[in-house]
């Protein structure tokens, strides 16, 4: 049995998001209204200016541990996105210098290290 097959992935349709370590990372449940809502603690964190210190790195640490971290990466500076891609905060498809000030110099190695030149 294929792994593919193991995690109920298909290869044809298969699409490199299938395989983000993020990509169960948000709560889903029920309003008081019933309503389903979707908690994503970590990006909606990272991605709020005024979040503390942890929240940051330990979606980066997340990041680094994802299979796909590079390709997320060069999916988000092709297409200029604002958030969280590769474990970088990108505005506009750029690396923001602010939104990654938390990084310290061996984030910064693990981040040239599985991503390459920014
Ligand atoms: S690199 Fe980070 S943001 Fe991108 S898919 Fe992986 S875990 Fe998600």
Redesign the pocket.
């Known amino acids: 049995v294929s792994i593919l097959t193991e995690l109920g992935l298909h290869e044809e349709d298969l699409h490199?998001?299938d395989?983000?370590?993020?990509?169960n990372?948000a709560i889903r449940y029920v309003d008081e209204d019933g309503q389903e809502q979707v908690f994503d603690p970590l990006?909606e964190n990272y991605e709020n200016d005024s979040e503390p210190y942890v929240v940051r790195t330990s979606?980066d640490e997340?990041?680094f541990?994802?299979?796909?971290?590079k390709?997320?990466?060069d999916y988000?500076v092709h297409n200029k996105e604002t958030g969280?891609?590769?474990?970088l905060f990108l505005t506009n498809g750029r690396v923001d210098k602010q939104r990654n000030n938390h990084k310290n110099p061996e984030a910064w190695k693990r981040v040239h290290e599985r991503v390459g030149k920014l």
């Open positions: 490199w998001q395989l983000a370590a993020c990509k990372l990006f979606m997340v990041c541990t994802c299979p796909v971290q390709i997320c990466y988000g969280v891609y590769g474990g």
